[in-house]
């Protein structure tokens, strides 16, 4: 693997969000993928952290998802140090890439003394030399998205509003409150985003107004979600976006002009700011060399 090809410089700060959602499907890996090409395109220096061993951030942004050991589970063991297996992936964008072998990690580290906050204590050194940092989550709540939280500021909770939205939401606060009280006292629910939204389904605008009447009875509570919010903007289902990673792609590289992008850049500016008004698609030719582009070429030989 190669390391960063860029040098790096210092910002002075950097925000860390674990994107989670223990439910699969609800839009945590497109959001990650998306948002975090956003604020690359704005010359924000940005991290994503591939946490799930299916490994589909890795391939959504067309690096090799097949060969092991993948850079996650190379750090989480303590094998290699974060910075020898960054990957750059994109102007300002780097990745640490995931696969299959992150599955045994877990167990791996079953006696490992302080397993939560291995992930934190690699980005400690590095973390500085970044704008901002996304952890996409695997969709349960054990040792890996323990790492997540425990490494992070901020929670970013896709939510896609459909029969039995919010099912396991309540564990999934209480496992935010758990990390806050025992790990992380400055983590912090930051924002909820509905994804896959559909604004003439009913469903769609009762999982909203429920997810909004709940955070309003928190306000008055110290949680780690009494300041959260549910995002003004909805990402719109959208057939591109989930045609965009079967080509190692973002959606500002693959249809720039779709509502999905036009969806994602809002967001970034709400939940960011200061983000270029019209981030200029990047061409992939023109990105820096990363070696790890063969489960992407694979992916658009596929479809
Ligand atoms: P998660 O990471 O939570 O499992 P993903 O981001 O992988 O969820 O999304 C699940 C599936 O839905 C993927 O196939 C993805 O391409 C697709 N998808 C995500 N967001 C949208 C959207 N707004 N409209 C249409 N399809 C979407
Ligand atoms: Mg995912």
Redesign the pocket.
């Known amino acids: 693997m190669s390391s960063s090809e860029e040098s790096i410089s210092t910002p002075s700060s950097c925000r860390i969000l674990a994107v989670l959602?223990q439910k699969?499907?609800?839009?945590?890996?497109?959001?990650v993928a998306n948002l975090s090409a956003v604020l690359a395109q704005s010359a924000k220096r940005t991290l994503v952290i591939d946490l799930d061993p299916q490994a589909?951030l890795t391939i959504h942004l067309g690096a090799d998802a097949e060969t092991p050991p993948s850079g996650s589970y190379a750090v989480l063991t303590g094998a290699q140090s974060l910075e020898e297996v960054l990957v750059q992936s994109r102007p300002n964008l780097w990745l640490l890439s995931s696969g299959i072998d992150l599955v045994g990690a877990e167990t791996e580290l079953v006696n490992e003394v302080g397993r939560e906050t291995i992930l934190r204590n690699a980005l400690q050194h590095i973390r500085e030399r970044f704008d901002y940092i996304f952890i996409d989550c695997p969709?349960s709540l054990g040792l890996l998205t323990l790492n997540a939280l425990a490494a992070a500021d901020e929670v970013l909770i896709?939510i896609q509003p459909h029969f039995l939205a919010l099912q396991g939401f309540g564990r999934l606060l209480q496992t935010i409150r758990l990390v806050n009280q025992r790990i992380n006292p400055a983590l912090r629910v930051k924002a909820i985003l509905m994804?896959?939204y559909d604004s003439r389904a009913s469903l769609s605008v009762e999982v909203k107004n429920d997810i909004e009447k709940f955070l309003e009875s928190a306000r008055q509570n110290r949680t780690p979600w009494s300041g959260a919010s549910v995002v003004p903007v909805q990402?719109?289902?959208?057939?591109k976006?989930?045609e965009a990673?079967s080509y190692g792609k973002t959606i500002f590289e693959y249809e720039p002009s779709c509502h999905?992008a036009d969806d994602y850049r809002a967001v970034a500016q709400y939940l960011f700011g200061q983000i270029s008004a019209e981030p200029q698609p990047v061409s992939l030719g023109d990105t820096p060399a990363c070696e790890q582009t063969d489960a992407g070429e694979k992916a658009r030989d596929k479809a």
């Open positions: 959602n699969g499907g609800v839009g945590k890996t497109t959001t589909h969709p896709p994804c896959m990402i719109r289902r959208n057939i976006l989930a990673p999905g």
